[in-house]
């Protein structure tokens, strides 16, 4: 079992920049794909970001690509996501997945097994 725990969520003006951690614990997963999703009011879950494990590869939202950025820490299983130019409909609760089986479809939330509890996000205008 991996456990998650997401933090540094909380009210920013449009145009700022706040930087969100994951950090994992129980079972290793350092050969995860890791990912970072959120849903909006009234939204449903959609993917912002992830880290295929095999490869390195790093994959984006057309929403948020160019203004945040993911990586990943295996030594401290730490996977941030900086985001920055912040929009008012980047509000939504985000959550960090972490993949064991380092699925191919990194942006599809059904292939992730684990999932941490959320941290909120809300921009003003």
């Known amino acids: 079992q991996v456990e998650l725990v997401e933090s540094g969520g909380g009210l920013v003006q449009a145009g700022g920049s706040l930087r969100l951690s994951c950090v994992a614990s129980g079972r290793t997963c350092n050969g995860c794909n890791v990912g970072w999703f959120r849903q909006g009011p009234g939204k449903e879950r959609e993917f912002v970001a992830a880290?295929?494990?095999?490869?390195?590869?790093?994959y984006y939202a057309d929403s948020v690509k160019g203004r945040f950025t993911i990586s990943r820490d295996n030594a401290k299983n730490t996977v941030s996501l900086q985001m920055t130019g912040l929009k008012p409909e980047d509000t939504a609760v985000y959550y960090c997945a972490a993949d064991p089986r380092a699925s191919y479809y990194v942006t599809q939330a059904y292939e992730y097994d684990y999932w941490g509890q959320g941290t909120q996000v809300t921009v003003s205008s």
């Open positions: 880290i295929y494990y095999s490869t390195g590869s790093i």
